[in-house]
């Protein structure tokens, strides 16, 4: 069965993209989603969508169902950076103290690479380095003691990268959910009514959005948005035609990065995006945002494929999901993804 969706904007003068999805069930997807649904917890695979090219392979059952995607939320962030930067408004390289003075004295050569590939040494007040990760309630208020200087050493931190989020609105003189949606998620079709991106309130009279996805203050989404931002990065960055974000920014932020500031070390991450290496089975540009609770958007562009998988129900570990996207690899050897054993009526996924 063909679908056509027509995505007519409900903002007048904004024009939407118009797409064509093929609904299939593949016949060799049901042996990866059985074990997917076996190892993972409540949820299941209900918030499972998986792209190929333009056709939809699976779609849950509550993959319109809008919720927290947790660390995910990174991967936004980053994207707002990419915007900033192809604007000219800073660079990778721009010191973070000159949109935000309280950073001066202790974190004087703190710069947005550092921040977007977790080596910036931030520590706020309440940040205790010998537990968690940088998740105090207090992230905008820097502590006098950072935890290594800015390009030394990769540590993921949470704190960091809501300050992330806090420098790059005065950068942008407006929230970074205010720009993403305006450059990105308008451009490719998101619907407004199924994400969100929730904040901190005004901060020196700018709102601020999570950078981090804690604290319940990051990106709140369904599956099948989640699986457009993924199809958006796998066609680097273009939308029908138009360049929405550089495809330099898109290749750079899904590569890893870490190695070029530290030497020897293998850490695969990008530019908030982890990379070649996360899953040893998958090919080598995979690249995904990965969130608590098995909230992922995987990337294989080997493959022309997104998977988006989101929950509520805990988390499994990254050999239960190499063992799945190995699975999904095999049946894709085999060339039979679009043997459809069925139609899915009420398709609703741009």
């Known amino acids: ?43 299941g695979i209900n918030k499972v969508v998986i792209l190929k090219g333009n056709r939809v392979l699976f779609k849950g059952d509550e993959s319109e169902t809008v919720q927290n995607v947790w660390s995910c939320t990174k991967s936004f962030t980053s994207t707002v950076l990419g915007l900033l930067i192809e604007e000219g408004k800073c660079s990778l390289d721009t010191r973070v103290m000159d949109f935000l003075p309280g950073l001066r004295e202790n974190y004087p050569y703190l710069t947005f690479r550092n921040l977007t590939t977790m080596t910036s040494g931030y520590r706020a007040k309440g940040d205790d380095p010998a537990l968690g990760h940088g998740q105090t309630s207090t992230p905008f208020l820097p502590d006098t003691s950072p935890l290594f200087e800015p390009g030394k050493e990769f540590r993921y931190w949470d704190s960091a990268m809501n300050m992330f989020a806090a420098a790059m609105s005065k950068v942008a003189g407006e929230s970074v959910e205010g720009l993403f949606k ?42 099948s948005e989640m699986a ?19 495809e330099r920014w898109v290749e750079e932020a899904t590569t890893p990065q870490v190695r070029n500031l530290i030497p020897g070390d293998s850490t695969p991450y990008g530019f908030n995006w982890w990379t070649a290496g996360r899953f040893p089975d998958a090919p080598d540009g995979t690249f995904a945002a990965l969130g608590f609770n098995n909230n992922n958007c995987i990337v294989i562009p080997e493959w022309d494929m997104v998977i988006v998988r989101l929950g509520l129900d805990g988390a499994i570990d990254d050999e239960k999901w190499n063992t799945f996207i190995k699975m999904i690899g095999e049946a894709e050897t085999r060339r039979n993804l679009i043997a459809v054993m069925g139609p899915i009526d009420d398709l609703d996924v741009k």
């Open 1 to 43: 069965m063909i679908v056509f969706i027509s995505l007519e904007s409900s903002s007048p003068g904004k024009k939407r993209i118009h797409h064509r999805y093929d609904t299939v069930i593949a016949q060799e997807l049901t042996v990866p989603l059985d074990y997917l649904r076996s190892v993972c917890g409540k949820d």
């Open 182 to 223: 305006r450059k990105i998620a308008d451009q490719i079709g998101m619907d407004p009514e199924k994400w969100d991106w929730k904040d901190f309130g005004e901060i020196d009279g700018t709102t601020v959005n999570g950078g981090a996805g804690n604290k319940g203050r990051g990106v709140f989404i369904s599956a």
């Open 228 to 246: 457009l931002f993924g199809k958006l990065f796998l066609n680097k960055g273009n939308w029908d035609g138009r360049q929405i974000i550089s």
